[in-house]
């Protein structure tokens, strides 16, 4: 290891321009990474939904409604120009009003079917609702244009607007948020390192790494919204401890050998074991995220992996040559501490890290049953919220018609009895309030092929009829699931297995189904694997367990805060910030354990200059010595991630981007009290029995450990 290093160093004016240039054709490839930011579009293949959208597709040229468009104070002349008008606008495929349910839509109002009426027009207040459908490829610039055409009197709503929205306005914050994160943490490391240059150089080295990851991620052709916007913040926040971890060794090394590159050198093979073994149990955390049938889940867990790697790579090879090559540059800024000593703290921290440990064996339980009791949502009905123009946009149309969502029933074409039975059950729904099809619009006399294309083709294929089932239901609530399987089961009554169901609500039944399956899976292999790793690291049975029961106590608390302030959890930001603060803040938990190892060794053996009888005097100055030593450290990593999470929250109105972004402030905040004060507890006790293992610069006789 230590050739290999000095052959690193050595080399390292060939090394730099090497990544540099390898940055530069990632920045280029960045650009030409698609960017999906349709969520059901990453159920697993095998999704009923999923082989119902598939089949209509094929089947049908027309798509179901994934708009509605609420126009105010229009008589039904004035709302039928304006059907006119949207149907010129290029993608929209169908628009759907009172005409489409009525034989002639300027009979008076009193004479039409009340509840079909109310559907679509409000005479009392002359609001009329329209439901159109929008072709995928289209959908931002003819969002855009429907929203000229209904002006100040018109409001647009449905998972297209969302599509639309997310695509434009998610961008634009994740910039502001970067630059803001860029600039935080900048002043972080200006106050936590030793040299001015310090930073810069650290922050080079990190954009290094983001930019080869982001445009390396051309090899999946395209990535999630969530992967584009949260991946970048991400690494910044969980990659910047490896080369602040090794910046501090070298700083000490420096201090002890002859020159820079044999200082570096050494730093690098002190370093090597604890940051590979950090940076593995993070990628192991994102990793798991793979094992989801959710799609997007393996989307971000191998792009976060990904990045890790890539930051790791650079903080062990390109990182090393940039400090040896600017070591003049560091000299000259050098500047005193501007941090004090931490010492205080430990003592303070000292006096409670025993009831903090027994706090935490009391609180895991309920932190665990608090955290599994949320009110969760699965789809991206609201990811605006109500204080968001789109937010509001759907609650005023909620308000004036209720909620509404249609599904797509297909069925085997040829039995029209049985349709017309099924027909009839559907109707008995109290939730069902339309149902458009071939026989009701036609009746079940009129053969297909003497009608209309544009008619005939919108509800029969060569082998199936479509129902458009028109539903007074959110698209993502308990009312909605239950409603969804009771339709399949009706629709099973008369079918068995040979019907397809579509629609927003369905598939976000869907989405329910298989992220909750996801998520015992995703945390299990995460907490085993990250033990594994520990045992190894750790050569320690009873330690490993420890350290993930911190920071899995850590994760519960987080999740619980949701469900004490009464809100709602976007079930995505719920399964995934579990393995992201895991991967994460175990680091926090290493880096204590393996400092308060090396100080309780140094104190036994009489290494810190003073004369030590007792382990228990030995463990005690141990805790203070180790605060003090990791503060630095965890002031800059750990603050890095506390800000970049907050900086999510507070600015982005994706509500489950911002959700995710507080679960990660809240989780580092969590992570962190954790480790400085229960973790440190445990490590006390421990510390307390002779068979506690001692720090490997001292224990390399040692067999017996904990």
């Given at each position: 290891?230590?050739?290999?290093?000095?052959?690193?160093?050595?080399?390292?004016?060939?090394?730099?321009?090497?990544?540099?240039?390898?940055?530069?054709?990632?920045?280029?490839?960045?650009?030409?990474?698609?960017?999906?930011?349709?969520?059901?579009?990453?159920?697993?293949?095998?999704?009923?939904?999923?082989?119902?959208?598939?089949?209509?597709?094929?089947?049908?040229?027309?798509?179901?409604?994934?708009?509605?468009?609420?126009?105010?104070?229009?008589?039904v002349?004035?709302?039928?120009?304006?059907?006119?008008?949207?149907?010129?606008?290029?993608?929209?495929?169908?628009?759907?009003?009172?005409?489409?349910?009525?034989?002639?839509?300027?009979?008076?109002?009193?004479?039409?079917?009340?509840?079909?009426?109310?559907?679509?027009?409000?005479?009392?207040?002359?609001?009329?609702?329209?439901?159109?459908?929008?072709?995928?490829?289209?959908?931002?610039?003819?969002?855009?244009?429907?929203?000229?055409?209904?002006?100040?009197?018109?409001?647009?709503?449905?998972?297209?607007?969302?599509?639309?929205?997310?695509?434009?306005?998610?961008?634009?914050?994740i910039?502001?948020?970067?630059?803001?994160?860029?600039?935080?943490?900048?002043?972080?490391?200006?106050?936590t390192?030793?040299?001015?240059?310090?930073?810069?150089?650290?922050?080079?080295?990190?954009?290094?790494?983001?930019?080869?990851?982001?445009?390396?991620?051309i090899?999946?052709?395209?990535?999630?919204?969530?992967?584009?916007?949260?991946?970048?913040?991400?690494?910044?926040?969980?990659?910047?401890?490896?080369?602040?971890?090794?910046?501090?060794?070298?700083?000490?090394?420096?201090?002890?050998?002859?020159?820079?590159?044999?200082?570096?050198t050494?730093?690098?093979?002190?370093?090597?074991?604890?940051?590979?073994?950090?940076?593995?149990?993070?990628?192991?955390?994102?990793?798991?995220?793979?094992?989801?049938?959710?799609?997007?889940?393996?989307?971000?867990?191998?792009?976060?992996?990904?990045?890790v790697?890539?930051?790791?790579?650079?903080?062990?090879?390109?990182?090393?040559?940039?400090?040896?090559?600017?070591?003049?540059?560091?000299?000259?800024?050098?500047?005193?501490?501007?941090?004090?000593?931490?010492?205080g703290?430990?003592?303070?921290?000292?006096?409670?890290?025993v009831?903090?440990?027994?706090?935490?064996?009391?609180?895991?339980?309920?932190?665990?049953?608090?955290?599994?009791?949320?009110?969760?949502?699965?789809?991206?009905?609201?990811?605006?919220?109500?204080?968001?123009?789109?937010?509001?946009?759907?609650?005023?149309?909620?308000?004036?018609?209720?909620?509404?969502?249609?599904?797509?029933?297909?069925?085997?074409?040829?039995?029209?009895?049985?349709?017309?039975?099924?027909?009839?059950?559907?109707?008995?729904?109290?939730?069902?309030?339309?149902?458009?099809?071939?026989?009701?619009?036609?009746?079940?006399?009129?053969?297909?092929?003497?009608?209309?294309?544009?008619?005939?083709?919108?509800?029969?294929?060569?082998?199936?009829?479509?129902?458009?089932?028109?539903?007074?239901?959110?698209?993502?609530?308990?009312?909605?699931?239950?409603?969804?399987?009771?339709?399949?089961?009706?629709?099973?009554?008369?079918?068995?297995e040979?019907?397809?169901?579509?629609?927003?609500?369905?598939?976000?039944?869907?989405?329910?189904?298989?992220?909750?399956?996801?998520?015992?899976?995703?945390?299990?292999?995460?907490?085993?694997?990250?033990?594994?790793?520990?045992?190894i690291?750790?050569?320690?049975?009873?330690?490993?367990?420890?350290?993930?029961?911190?920071i899995?106590?850590?994760i519960?608390i987080?999740?619980?805060?949701?469900?004490?302030?009464?809100?709602?959890?976007?079930?995505?930001?719920?399964?995934?910030?579990?393995?992201?603060?895991?991967?994460?803040?175990?680091?926090?938990?290493?880096?204590?354990t393996?400092?308060?190892?090396?100080?309780?060794?140094?104190?036994?053996?009489?290494?810190?200059?003073?004369?030590?009888?007792?382990?228990?005097?030995?463990?005690?100055?141990?805790?203070?010595?180790?605060?003090s030593?990791?503060?630095?450290?965890?002031?800059?990593?750990?603050?890095?991630?506390?800000?970049?999470?907050?900086?999510?929250?507070?600015m982005?109105?994706h509500?489950?981007?911002?959700?995710?972004?507080?679960?990660?402030?809240?989780?580092?905040?969590?992570?962190?009290?954790?480790?400085?004060?229960?973790?440190?507890?445990?490590?006390?006790?421990?510390?307390?029995?002779?068979?506690?293992?001692?720090?490997?610069?001292?224990?390399?006789?040692?067999?017996?450990?904990?």
């Amino acid at each position: 290891m230590r050739y290999f290093y000095s052959v690193i160093i050595n080399h390292r004016f060939k090394i730099i321009p090497v990544f540099i240039l390898l940055a530069v054709c990632c920045a280029i490839a960045k650009p030409m990474v698609g960017v999906n930011y349709d969520m059901k579009a990453y159920l697993p293949d095998d999704a009923p939904s999923t082989r119902a959208l598939n089949t209509m597709n094929e089947e049908y040229d027309g798509n179901l409604p994934n708009t509605r468009i609420m126009l105010r104070n229009v008589t039904v002349k004035e709302a039928m120009e304006y059907k006119a008008k949207f149907m010129q606008v290029d993608g929209v495929t169908d628009v759907e009003w009172l005409d489409d349910a009525v034989s002639d839509v300027y009979m008076p109002l009193a004479m039409m079917d009340q509840d079909t009426l109310d559907t679509y027009y409000r005479a009392d207040s002359g609001n009329a609702l329209m439901k159109v459908t929008i072709g995928r490829d289209n959908i931002q610039t003819a969002i855009v244009e429907l929203q000229e055409i209904a002006g100040n009197r018109g409001s647009l709503a449905g998972d297209a607007v969302n599509t639309a929205a997310a695509t434009r306005v998610t961008v634009k914050e994740i910039q502001k948020v970067t630059v803001i994160a860029i600039i935080t943490v900048l002043l972080i490391l200006l106050l936590t390192t030793s040299a001015w240059v310090h930073a810069p150089l650290v922050m080079a080295s990190l954009g290094i790494a983001i930019v080869i990851n982001a445009g390396s991620n051309i090899i999946f052709g395209e990535v999630s919204f969530i992967t584009n916007a949260a991946g970048t913040i991400l690494q910044l926040a969980v990659s910047l401890d490896y080369c602040v971890f090794l910046l501090h060794r070298y700083t000490e090394c420096r201090r002890t050998c002859a020159d820079k590159n044999s200082a570096m050198t050494e730093a690098l093979c002190l370093s090597t074991s604890s940051l590979v073994s950090s940076g593995f149990t993070t990628i192991i955390g994102f990793m798991a995220l793979c094992l989801m049938k959710y799609k997007i889940g393996p989307d971000l867990g191998l792009a976060l992996a990904k990045g890790v790697t890539i930051s790791l790579i650079v903080a062990l090879v390109f990182f090393p040559c940039l400090i040896i090559t600017a070591d003049k540059a560091i000299t000259k800024t050098s500047h005193r501490r501007l941090l004090p000593t931490f010492q205080g703290l430990g003592r303070g921290i000292r006096r409670i890290i025993v009831p903090a440990a027994v706090i935490l064996i009391i609180a895991a339980v309920p932190a665990f049953i608090i955290s599994g009791s949320n009110s969760f949502f699965y789809g991206p009905s609201h990811i605006f919220g109500s204080d968001t123009a789109i937010g509001q946009d759907k609650d005023d149309i909620d308000d004036a018609f209720g909620q509404m969502d249609t599904y797509a029933l297909m069925v085997p074409k040829g039995d029209i009895a049985r349709e017309l039975k099924l027909t009839d059950s559907l109707k008995q729904m109290d939730k069902v309030t339309a149902i458009r099809s071939y026989t009701s619009i036609l009746g079940p006399v009129i053969p297909p092929e003497i009608v209309p294309d544009s008619i005939a083709g919108q509800l029969v294929s060569d082998k199936y009829t479509r129902m458009a089932i028109t539903v007074r239901a959110d698209t993502d609530s308990e009312a909605t699931f239950r409603l969804v399987d009771t339709i399949r089961n009706t629709a099973a009554d008369y079918y068995g297995e040979d019907y397809l169901l579509a629609g927003e609500g369905v598939s976000t039944t869907d989405l329910k189904t298989t992220t909750t399956g996801d998520m015992l899976k995703v945390n299990i292999v995460a907490i085993l694997a990250v033990l594994l790793v520990l045992v190894i690291m750790l050569r320690s049975v009873l330690l490993p367990v420890i350290l993930v029961l911190c920071i899995e106590t850590a994760i519960w608390i987080n999740l619980s805060m949701p469900y004490l302030s009464g809100d709602h959890v976007f079930y995505f930001a719920y399964l995934i910030i579990s393995a992201i603060q895991l991967g994460a803040t175990v680091d926090y938990a290493i880096l204590a354990t393996n400092k308060f190892r090396e100080f309780l060794a140094q104190s036994l053996c009489g290494g810190d200059g003073q004369s030590v009888c007792s382990r228990k005097d030995a463990a005690g100055r141990a805790v203070v010595m180790t605060i003090s030593s990791i503060m630095p450290s965890i002031i800059t990593s750990g603050g890095a991630m506390i800000t970049v999470g907050f900086l999510l929250g507070y600015m982005s109105t994706h509500q489950l981007l911002a959700q995710l972004g507080m679960f990660i402030g809240i989780g580092a905040i969590c992570s962190l009290v954790i480790v400085l004060t229960s973790l440190m507890g445990f490590l006390y006790l421990l510390a307390r029995t002779s068979r506690f293992k001692l720090g490997n610069a001292y224990d390399k006789g040692s067999s017996v450990s904990l």
